[in-house]
């Protein structure tokens, strides 16, 4: 580390102005400083001594900062201190390509932060590594913009965050990824893909347009609004996202396209019952966010704005299959049977 600029004590604070810039920090390093105790502590018998607040600025800079499992590349802060309130302005935080200005104001009972987070045409898979300890591999660019706040214990500042965030990527292709490989695992399962491998690992997943929208509200994602505007596949989505228990608990609308003559063939009364409109296969994935599972949505759980975002698109009405060959509404696609939990996202 390297310090430098002036200091100086008045009757009425210590007063300083610095300048700190370090190579690396870590802020697991920084806590375990700040429990440590005193070198030299007061002895018993000293007078006790009223000593004056603190009153200065510290400018800080570093090419990478540390928090937990995530690093910022690179981070410059003002650091206001006046008493027992701290004031932290983030000037330039980069955390894996995405912007992260704000402020934390640290008063003794409790904190209060404020992020406006923001990335535009960044590369997706970069970003994804960088954030997420799973694989993706997919040629894209995406951009970002939300705001991120909570008030309360430090230790509490999940479970009490608010705000807003809205993701879009166009014109890409997605090679691998473990939640595409569950849908479309699911649907080789349930027939829509004829027998046919979905071509994912060979051929890629083309899109013109992914689009996602969320309210942050008591440290969960709530998704009003998911698009996935494919070549060979329609999908939207609604549905939440527990950040504390990381648990999510989603419902799809898939339309695979040219499988409605498969579909025709194996249940020829839905020639009829469709007429022009587009078949659309419900769908929910829950559990953890780290290994959730794909099962079948009954179809009277779908709301009308899961099939209105896929409308829209298709320019077409819809048709929600109802039953599917080779899966039961009851089982997981693996045919075990499978009580139905509440909500896991809110749990």
């Known amino acids: 580390m390297h310090l430098k600029g002036k200091a100086g004590i008045t009757d009425a604070a210590y007063t300083f102005d610095l300048e700190l810039t370090a190579d690396h920090l870590d802020a697991s390093a920084l806590a375990r400083i700040q429990k440590e105790p005193p070198r030299t502590p007061e002895k018993p018998d000293d007078p006790t001594r009223e000593k004056p607040p603190i009153d200065g600025i510290i400018r800080f800079k570093t090419p990478r900062f540390t928090f937990k499992e995530y690093t910022w590349k690179p981070l410059h802060a003002d650091i206001a201190i006046k008493a027992d309130v701290v004031n932290i302005t983030a000037t330039q935080a980069d955390l894996c390509g995405i912007t992260t200005p704000g ?5 003794p009972d409790g904190v209060n932060l404020s ?32 705001t991120i706040e909570a ?17 879009s990527s166009d014109n890409g292709m997605i090679h691998r990824s473990n939640l595409l490989t569950k849908i479309f695992a699911f649907l080789n399962i349930t027939e829509v893909f004829a027998g046919k491998t979905s071509g994912l690992r060979e051929k890629g997943f083309g899109y013109d347009t992914i689009r996602a929208h969320a309210a942050i509200q008591s440290g969960v994602l709530n998704f009003d609004e998911i698009l996935v505007d494919g070549h ?28 409605f003559d498969r579909l025709v063939k194996k249940m020829p009364v839905l020639g009829y019952i469709t007429g022009g409109s587009v078949l659309s296969v419900p769908v929910r994935i829950r559990g953890s966010t780290s290994n959730p599972e794909v099962v079948p949505l009954p179809p009277a759980d779908v709301g009308r704005g899961l099939m209105g975002i896929l409308e829209r698109t298709l320019k077409a009405p819809l048709k929600v299959v ?8 009851q089982q997981n696609p693996t045919g075990n049977e499978k009580e139905e939990p509440s909500d896991p996202a809110t749990q």
């Open 151 to 167: 008030q309360g214990p430090a230790e509490d500042l999940v479970p009490n965050l608010m705000g807003e965030i809205s993701f």
């Open 103 to 107: 402020t934390v104001r640290i008063e």
């Open 115 to 146: 992020f406006r987070p923001s990335a535009e045409k960044k590369n997706m898979q970069a970003t994804w590594e960088c954030l997420q300890d799973k694989p993706l591999q997919a040629d894209g660019f995406y951009s970002l913009t939300g």
């Open 322 to 329: 109802e039953s599917l060959p080779g899966v039961d509404a």
């Open 232 to 259: 060979t596949m329609k999908i939207s989505g609604e549905g939440k996202i527990n950040l504390v228990k990381e648990t999510l608990d989603m419902s799809l609308l898939v339309a695979p396209l040219k499988t």
